[in-house]
């Protein structure tokens, strides 16, 4: 049975509980913090089995994570989605859901260590402003860049709320970032590195990406990844990151 978050259901405790070491909770337990449940464009759900909470769910406008488990009812699961309006959904890809959307699945990598990092570099905090005009010049086909008032306007709130950071390297111009898409007490999954086509190769994304699992790190957070389908194989391999499992996204 699947139930929605509300005054008579406190999911926070859920979500505390199963998002603990796992990317999918970590995105789900960062949307939560960062968004009441009684604004109209975020739900929360938990699905029950026996009385036990098997599967969180979470909406962002039509944007849908899934935390699911071994005990999830996935048939349940399919055909809530069907009829949810989901755009897009985000989940393990050990699961399969059942529905209309185009599946993409792609390397989860993770780290629990502090990375040697011995190149130096000043690091910043650049603006969200400076960070989209970089991610803007880096767009590919697995990275569509949203319109800069949403993008401003929910990482902006995201900042504030602390559930998300961002790092950079400037020249005379941010040159290189990396920020965190989603970040809860024991756990952070990053995303958005970007470096300037003309200052590729120079070790900046390396940098980065190690500076920000350091910190992290030494927070007590697990750090995760989602590396896109054979892109950038060997760059992370080099870092150091380990293979946690594969992440799935229906579009």
């Known amino acids: 049975m699947i139930r929605i978050a509300g005054d008579d259901l406190n999911i926070e405790n859920y979500i505390k509980v199963m998002s603990e070491g796992n990317p999918f909770g970590c995105r789900i337990s960062s949307l ?3 968004y ?3 604004l109209p464009f975020v739900d929360y759900w938990i699905q029950v089995d026996d009385n036990k909470c098997v599967s969180i769910i979470a909406r962002l406008e039509t944007s849908f994570i899934l935390l699911l488990t071994d005990l999830s009812d996935m048939e ?3 055909s809530f989605i069907r009829v949810s309006g989901a755009a897009s959904i985000i989940c393990d890809g050990k699961y399969e859901i059942d529905c209309a959307l185009t599946r993409l699945e792609g390397p989860i990598l993770s780290s629990r260590v502090i990375m040697d990092n011995p190149q130096k570099a000043e690091v910043i905090e650049p603006t969200v402003k400076e960070v989209y005009s970089l991610i803007s010049k880096c767009a590919s086909k697995n990275f569509a ?3 800069y008032e949403s993008f401003a306007l929910d990482v902006g709130h995201k900042l504030n709320k602390n559930t998300v950071r961002i790092y ?8 290189s970032c990396i920020m965190t898409l989603a970040e809860s007490p024991d756990s952070a999954v ?7 086509p003309d200052y590729r190769n120079k070790g900046y994304g390396a940098f980065l990406i190690k500076y920000i699992n350091n910190v992290l790190v030494k927070e007590g957070r697990a750090v995760f990844l989602h590396r896109a389908p054979d ?6 391999n080099k870092l150091g990151f380990d293979l946690y499992g594969k992440w799935a996204e229906y579009r």
């Not at 950079?168 to 040159?175: P, R, T």
Request: proline residues 3%; charged residues 25%.
């Open 32 to 34: 939560y913090n960062t």
């Open 36 to 38: 009441d449940y009684r």
């Open 76 to 78: 349940e699961i399919s």
């Open 145 to 147: 860049v949203p319109s």
């Open 168 to 175: 950079g390297i400037k020249d005379s111009e941010l040159i």
């Open 190 to 196: 990053l995303g958005a590195l970007a470096t300037d």
């Open 231 to 236: 892109e950038n194989i060997e760059f992370y």
